[in-house]
Structure formats: structure tokens, C-alpha cells
């Protein structure tokens, strides 16, 4: 059998034109979405910080790296976001102190858990339960019985995913009570 130009090297010279123009494609897609997507997590981010801490109107990031929240010109309270290791990879958390000492809120950013177990972490019914005055030595997650002030419930089966959660919500009261209830 003889190979000729246009039974071997045509097809792969199509081919390869077909690749090139595909990813000048994706990369030109890539570049004119790559500022809206910025923008749409920016305000993702900022409604994160609203939930967490509604009664701010506007956020200044600190030099530590978390956010003041101010409401007519005061300090209302702050929002920090914390990673702690779930049983899926990373757990994303933002939560939110008011300034006299109460967590308002706590937003999971992101999580990779088990999907009817750990995922639940996402539910409000779950993430309420951190709304409570900050403890001085954090939070502590208790398993089959009803939590009182200071802990949380674990979730059914997902006990290291509730830990996470707790993890960084305490990571959070950590650098409120050090940083700025301790250095007022």
C-alpha cells in the first residue's frame, strides 16, 4: 500500500488547523469574559458579606486581611473569611462578629462534601445555629442532643464537615477576641 500526501499528512494538517483555531477561540472567549467573571465575584463576595453581617452598609478590608463593616459612619461588627479542611477538601467560610460581640452570620463560600451528608453544612437550619454570642473559647460541636449556648449540632453522618464549619467560625472568634476585642 502506498501512502500519499493526501491520505496521511492532508488529514493531520486539518486537524491540526481545526486545534489551533479552536483554543485561539477559547482563549479569546477566555480573555473577553475574564472581567465580567471578576465582577460577578466581587458582588458574589459582597453579598456574602451582607448576609453575614446584615446590618453593615458598606465593608473596608483591614491590613489582617479581614473586613470592618461601618453603617453610618460606625463600626457595626466584622466579616472574616476563613478556610478549614472538610472531609471533602477545603471549606470556605465567611462569618460575621458584630461589634458588640454577637456572631450574625455564618455563609459557606465554598465546599467540596459529600453530597446529602456533608453538603448540608449549606442548609440555614444549620448554619443559624452559629448565631450566638462569641464565646471566649470558641464553639464546640456535640453529637445526638440538642445544642445549648456555645455548641453546635453536628450534622447526621457528617460530623468532620460540622467540624470544618465549626473550625473556622472558631478561627474567626479567635482573631475577634485577640485582635480586636482584646486590642480595644
Avoid at 486539518?14 to 479552536?22: E, F, N
Avoid at 463576595?45 to 446590618?55: W, Y
Avoid at 465593608?59 to 461601618?70: L, N, P, Q, R
Avoid at 479567635?174 to 480586636?180: A, D, G, L, T
Amino acid at each position: 500500500m502506498k501512502f500519499t500526501f493526501k491520505d496521511s499528512i492532508l488529514p493531520a494538517l486539518i486537524l491540526t488547523v481545526i486545534c489551533a483555531v479552536m483554543t485561539l477561540a477559547l482563549a479569546g472567549t477566555n480573555e473577553l469574559t475574564k472581567m465580567q467573571i471578576a465582577e460577578a465575584q466581587l458582588e458574589v463576595a459582597r453579598q456574602s458579606r451582607m448576609v453575614a453581617l446584615p446590618d453593615a452598609e458598606e465593608f473596608t478590608e483591614t491590613d489582617a486581611g479581614y473586613y470592618k463593616g461601618m453603617s453610618g459612619g460606625s463600626v457595626v461588627g466584622y466579616v472574616f473569611e476563613i478556610s478549614s479542611a472538610g472531609y471533602g477538601g477545603a471549606v470556605n467560610v465567611m462569618t460575621g462578629i458584630s461589634a458588640d460581640g454577637n456572631i450574625t452570620g455564618v455563609v459557606i463560600l465554598s465546599q467540596n462534601e459529600t453530597p446529602g451528608l456533608g453538603a448540608n453544612i449549606l442548609k440555614d437550619d444549620f448554619t443559624a445555629q452559629y448565631k450566638q454570642g462569641v464565646p471566649e473559647r470558641g464553639l464546640e460541636v456535640i453529637k445526638n442532643q440538642a445544642a445549648g449556648e456555645g455548641e453546635i449540632e453536628a450534622l447526621t453522618g457528617a460530623t468532620v464537615s460540622s467540624t470544618a464549619v465549626t473550625n473556622a467560625v472558631n478561627r474567626a472568634v479567635e482573631i475577634y477576641n485577640n485582635e480586636i476585642k482584646g486590642g480595644e
